[in-house]
Every structure is written in structure tokens, then in C-alpha cells.
T-cell receptor, first 112, second 112 residues
Framework: AAGVIQSPRHLIKEKRETATLKCYPIPRHDTVYWYQQGPGQDPQFLISFYEKMQSDKGSIPDRFSAQQFSDYHSELNMSSLELGDSALYFC???????????FGPGTRLTVT | GESVGLHLPTLSVQEGDNSIINCAYSNSASDYFIWYKQESGKGPQFIIDIRSNMDKRQGQRVTVLLNKTVKHLSLQIAATQPGDSAVYFCAGETDSWGKFQFGAGTQVVVTP
């Protein structure tokens, strides 16, 4: 069965650089969630989109922005990267009216 | 603030024994919960879910129990196998539909 796809899987950036993470939800899933997971921590909700509109916002820094496109894929844009942004970034998708939320494999971002 | 948290950070289980992982939540409005399994370097994997109108749900080798009175849920794994070694998270759906709040994970270590 198709799963959530994230790219790239690994990304190394320097401080103050920018990064773009991509998420391709499961086909027919119209809701996308972004989470950040620091080392040894639980995933923290960042932002979500439903039908290409932002549906909720969590602890996402102002330096980050995201959007969902017409094909339902989503991109998380991160600017002025800081060392503390080093983490695993997960995307999850869900079908409207459904309950289960499925996670992608994550993007490991390392900021040096 | 609202929180979903686990009681024990690490659980050592002998292969073949049953495992019980506990989770407490504080938001009485949470009405849907998911247990996730996360292996090192991978995204959270959906194990089993339960809605608040149920107090028990069974899957293959796993059972989730929900006690709304004390705001507690547990995950029971029968006949624990080496492949069950992972971090387990409980996540509760907050009052904002679809956004999950995760508890701190429990590391399950299966010993031979």
C-alpha cells in the first residue's frame, strides 16, 4: 500500500541557511500535518493543512512557513536555520472524515 | 496545560512475556487516541486506536484499554517478541480536530 513520502530523507545545512522539506501524502488523503521531533523527545505538532488551507498551527517558529499545493503535497520552508532546528521532521496524512493518521519516514535535518 | 504523558521511560521485557505500557492524559475533551511504535530512525507507525466511547479494543497481539474516569490508557502486547523493541508513544486528539498531542515515549527492550 502507498505510504507517506518525504524528501529529502537527510539534509545538512549551515546556520542561517534555508531548507525546504517536501511531503507527499497517501493518495486521496487531503489533510497533512507537520511534526518536529528532537532527540529523545516526542513529536511536536507544527502546522496542518486541509484542502490546501492552513487548518491549525502549533509551535512553529515564525522563521518557518508551509503550504499545501493543488496536488495535496506540502512543503515546509525553513529560513535562518539555527542549531536548535536540528531534528527529525515528520509529515503525516489523513483522509477527511477518517481517524487514522499515518506518518512518513521523516527528514533528518542537521544544522551545523 | 494539556498533556499526554507516560509513566515509565523504559520497560524491559523478557521474550514471550506480556508488556504493558501506560499513558495518562489531562485533556478530558480528548476523544480519540492512537498508539504508535517508533523504531530508531523511522517514523511513528500506527499500532492501534481507540475512541472514547469504547473502553477496550483488540488487535493482533495488542490490546488498548481506556479508562476515562481516571484519564488513563494502556497498551498491552501479548507474547512480546524481539521485533517489538521500539519506543511506544500514545497520542491524543486535542480539541482541534486532527492535531495530536504526544506523550513522552516508553522504550521497550525485549531481552532473550
Amino acid at each position: 500500500a502507498a505510504g507517506v513520502i518525504q524528501s529529502p530523507r537527510h539534509l545538512i545545512k549551515e546556520k542561517r541557511e534555508t531548507a525546504t522539506l517536501k511531503c507527499y501524502p497517501i493518495p486521496r488523503h487531503d489533510t497533512v500535518y507537520w511534526y518536529q521531533q528532537g532527540p529523545g523527545q516526542d513529536p511536536q505538532f507544527l502546522i496542518s493543512f486541509y484542502e490546501k488551507m492552513q487548518s491549525d498551527k502549533g509551535s512553529i517558529p515564525d522563521r518557518f512557513s508551509a503550504q499545501q499545493f493543488s496536488d495535496y503535497h506540502s512543503e515546509l520552508n525553513m529560513s535562518s536555520l539555527e542549531l536548535g532546528d536540528s531534528a527529525l521532521y515528520f509529515c503525516a496524512s489523513r483522509v477527511a472524515g477518517g481517524y487514522e493518521q499515518y506518518f512518513g519516514p521523516g527528514t533528518r535535518l542537521t544544522v551545523t | 496545560g494539556e498533556s499526554v504523558g507516560l509513566h515509565l521511560p523504559t520497560l524491559s521485557v523478557q521474550e514471550g512475556d506480556n508488556s504493558i505500557i501506560n499513558c495518562a492524559y489531562s485533556n478530558s475533551a480528548s476523544d480519540y487516541f492512537i498508539w504508535y511504535k517508533q523504531e530508531s530512525g523511522k517514523g511513528p507507525q500506527f499500532i492501534i486506536d481507540i475512541r472514547s466511547n469504547m473502553d477496550k479494543r483488540q488487535g493482533q497481539r495488542v490490546t488498548v484499554l481506556l479508562n476515562k474516569t481516571v484519564k488513563h490508557l494502556s497498551l498491552q502486547i501479548a507474547a512480546t517478541q524481539p521485533g517489538d523493541s521500539a519506543v511506544y508513544f500514545c497520542a491524543g486528539e486535542t480539541d482541534s480536530w486532527g492535531k495530536f498531542q504526544f506523550g513522552a515515549g516508553t522504550q521497550v527492550v525485549v531481552t532473550p
